[in-house]
């Protein structure tokens, strides 16, 4: 089916609510022009409908504890992963929070409107629309063999959801990779974290540095080794690049936690500034010399490199990396992020986010340098801030980012 009659066909909702709380909401939501939905009232139904009928959106109204429905949504995740996924729940635990966050697209409370709910499907549909482009998917494909998510990082995810492994059990998952736990130990005792005393052992740095990270940290080491600087390429250093990505990371950490958000989407804040510039280290080693040639003539016509990125590849590294995230199941406030870093007011929201966060870090630090003196900068859009009522705390972000500033400027000096 071509995307255009595809395009035509109207958008399949599926929409469980065991109890039948919400049917207010499925009437609103399915009165949309366009839209068929279906009211569920058995979680069982849900698997065989994808199966045999499939459809583009599905909402789950939890109930009480969401355990079942967050053990659904992973399912339909690993077997239907461009179905958009809304959960409605009340109170949860910062366990099944934290776990919501990873497999839901978005999460509603139970006191949410049916507008609310239209607002959310139209944007998770929005972003998986902007990620899916023919362009993007057809250059991808061109990669060859993709990299797959390393069995570690889904044993950690694993341990991170069940909130009952100790510091011992998760050192015996990282310590199954020798290279990567390598590397994972010269970070934590990098300037990055700024700890007073040498670590020496994964599970003290567990205990110090905590799960979520030490996972996210891995699965970035892990993406960037397997798109390695080659040979011919001398513009800048792809471990630089790599370096700078930690150090944004680190910032948007912490103006996460200034903007008020929990542990949870700190984490995300994090994860998604590791990977906010990856797309580039994929560009670059695709093909070398036409990627510096981008460069020149972005030097030249005194563009941004991202926009010259599109102009002569029909994507920028932003939806090279959202792509591969996506395809990776990465949770989807990460993949809005790195999607959206450069361009933050495209989403309609007016609360404080991840994507705020790692927009933010990465305006305010300088750009990674090279030797062509290409604009790689992410220029910050105050108006965004603005429209969040957050823009009076750039002043204090701006002091928070001076440390990792001095570090970003002084590794690339000694490059």
């Not at 569920?40 to 698997?47: A, G, K, T, Y």
């Not at 709910?117 to 063999?145: F, N, P, Q, W």
């Not at 970035?220 to 690049?241: D, G, I, M, P």
């Not at 910032?251 to 903007?259: N, R, S, V």
Request: hydrophobic letters at 45%; glycine letters at 6%.
């Amino acid at each position: 089916m071509s995307a255009a009659s595809k395009a035509s066909l109207p958008c399949r909702i599926l929409f469980c609510d065991s109890r039948a709380s919400h049917r207010g909401i499925s009437y609103e939501v399915g009165a949309r022009e366009g839209w068929d939905l279906l009211n569920l009232d058995d979680e069982n139904q849900i698997m065989p409908q994808l199966r045999q009928f499939g459809c583009r959106v599905l909402i789950v109204v939890a109930q009480q504890q969401p355990y079942r429905a967050l053990e659904l949504l992973q399912r339909v995740m690993e077997n239907k992963p461009d179905v958009v996924r809304i959960l409605i729940s009340g109170y949860m635990t910062p366990a099944s929070s934290a776990r919501a966050l990873e497999v839901a697209h978005r999460i509603l409370p139970d006191t949410c409107s049916g507008a609310d709910v239209v607002v959310a499907i139209e944007y998770a549909m929005k972003i998986e629309g902007l990620v899916h482009k023919t362009a993007i998917r057809d250059y991808i494909s061109g990669l060859g063999r993709l990299p797959t998510l390393p069995t570690v990082y889904r044993e950690l995810s694993e341990a991170l959801n069940s909130d009952v492994s100790d510091a011992a059990a998760i050192a015996r998952i990282v310590e199954q990779d020798p290279a990567i736990a390598a590397k994972l130990m010269q970070l934590v005792n990098s300037a990055l974290f700024g700890l007073r005393r040498q670590i020496s052992r994964i599970d003290e740095a567990v205990t110090i540095v905590g799960i979520r990270m030490i996972r996210d940290l891995m699965l970035a080491t892990h993406l960037f080794s397997r798109y390695r600087q080659r040979e011919q390429w001398n513009v800048f250093s792809f471990s630089k690049l790599h370096q700078r990505s930690m150090l944004v990371a680190r910032l948007a950490q912490k103006i996460a936690a200034d903007g008020g958000l929990d542990r949870n989407l700190q984490g995300q804040a994090f994860l998604a500034g590791l990977l906010l510039d990856f797309g580039i280290a994929v560009l670059a080693n695709k093909d070398p010399a036409d990627y510096q040639a981008l460069m020149e003539e972005a030097v030249k016509l005194k563009q941004p490199v991202y926009a010259m990125e599109k102009m002569r590849l029909g994507l920028t590294h932003a939806e090279a990396a959202a792509f591969l995230l996506g395809l990776w199941n990465l949770p989807f406030k990460v993949v809005e992020a790195v999607l959206l870093h450069h361009f933050p007011a495209t989403s309609p929201g007016t609360d404080f986010e991840p994507l705020t966060a790692v927009h933010a870090a990465d305006a305010l630090l300088p750009p990674l340098a090279n030797s062509l003196g290409a604009d790689l900068s992410c220029r910050l859009s105050v108006s965004y801030l603005e429209r969040l009522q957050v823009h009076q705390r750039l002043p204090q972000w701006k002091m928070m980012a001076n440390e990792y500033r001095l570090q970003l400027q002084g590794g690339q000096r000694s490059a």
